[in-house]
């Protein structure tokens, strides 16, 4: 994990963050850098001067409001954290959570930041569409003492927190799963999300890396769908037409592993090849149950949006911010690898 240097922050982060319920972990730098902090302070670099624009408040207390500004609110991804964080900040009425959808675009999310500091929001949890088209927007938030937490796609500038899923040990996850399921050889591809996302890029090069461990395994094409469950059944048709042997399709989400399975199912090609997703969206999982997808990497969404509010809160009523940081602190959650074989392991009221 990127390592906290303030004093301040990582005392905070590392005793406030593991509070956190669900199946969330803390990476272990973030509590190493806590204690580190303690031990080095006649030593350590003096922190920047904090924004004096941050105002604490008592988010318990007084009213709050925290903007979550989503990527593309019509999917389950988004729906679920969404959710998670309004059971998060339901016990108080004292909270308000407006949600606003970005609609797949930058300059869409661009202009909603822009509305959501000129409204003097308290919080904001976004999740970026474009990382360095945000970068600014973000910077903007903080200086006016806004504290910013991305949700799985970052912004390319230190902020609050990130909350994320595995991205890279996910893509290596279903690597070696498949590997596995192959018996160490075949043709596989892939079908990518967008290009330059942090989370796309990460997953993608996570089961690379590791499928270059078993020489017998080739990649022979990859194409993206942006995500789309529709762009990916046309994607999967065109690698269907274009190839007579696939034996492995690994989808970046569990939309596009969807249509890949649809469109495996309309050829009537199911049987002959593996198909991986990434999410663990409850559709996804009674696609596993039905024998149509192989397997995802599960991740509790609605424990995800949870989080992202608790740290929101907690960033609401302390006296830190991002000028005391010199990299921002992630919070990692939980991967479960999902199979026929342990799909009944994620009961019906964790299944988003």
Not at 75 to 89: H, V
Request: hydrophobic letters at 40%; aromatic letters at 6%; charged letters at 20%.
């Amino acid at each position: 994990m990127k390592k906290i240097m303030a004093v301040g922050m990582a005392v905070i982060l590392a005793a406030g963050l593991t509070a956190c319920s669900g199946g969330e972990t803390v990476r272990e730098e973030t509590t190493a850098a806590a204690s580190a902090a303690a031990e080095n302070t006649d030593t350590a670099a003096p922190a920047p001067a904090a924004n004096s624009n941050k105002v604490k408040k008592n988010p318990y207390t007084e009213d709050i409001k925290i903007a979550y500004i989503a990527h593309d609110l019509s999917t389950p991804n988004n729906q679920a954290w969404l959710e998670g964080i309004e059971r998060e900040c339901a016990s108080w009425d004292n909270i308000v959570v407006q949600s606003f959808n970005g609609e797949s675009s930058a300059e869409t999310q661009v202009k909603i930041m822009s509305d959501v500091i000129n409204q003097k929001y308290d919080a904001i949890i976004l999740q970026c569409s474009d990382g360095t088209a945000l970068a600014p927007s973000v910077d903007e938030a903080e200086k006016a003492g806004i504290p910013v937490i991305t949700l799985n796609l970052d912004a390319y500038t230190v902020h609050s927190a990130l909350v994320m899923a595995v991205d890279y040990d996910a893509g290596r996850m279903v690597a070696d799963e498949m590997a596995k399921e192959m018996n160490g050889k075949g043709d596989v591809v892939v079908i990518q999300g967008v290009a330059g996302l942090t989370r796309t890029d990460n997953l993608e090069k996570g089961f690379r890396d590791t499928i270059a461990n078993y020489p017998d395994i080739k990649i022979i094409d990859a194409q993206s769908a942006s995500f789309e469950k529709e762009t990916a059944i046309t994607v999967m048709n065109s690698f269907l037409q274009n190839y007579e042997k696939i034996d492995g399709v690994f989808c970046i989400n569990d939309a596009m592993a969807e249509g890949a399975a649809l469109a495996v199912q309309s050829a009537g090609r199911k049987g002959e090849m593996v198909i991986w997703g990434a999410d663990g969206e409850s559709d996804a999982l009674a696609m596993i149950e039905s024998g149509d997808m192989t397997g995802t990497i599960y991740t509790n969404s609605w424990d995800e949006g949870s989080t992202a509010a608790k740290i929101a809160l907690l960033m609401v009523g302390s006296e830190y911010d991002s000028a005391v940081l010199t990299e921002t602190p992630q919070v990692i959650m939980e991967p479960i690898v999902v199979t026929i074989d342990t799909v009944s392991s994620i009961p019906p009221e964790d299944r988003w």
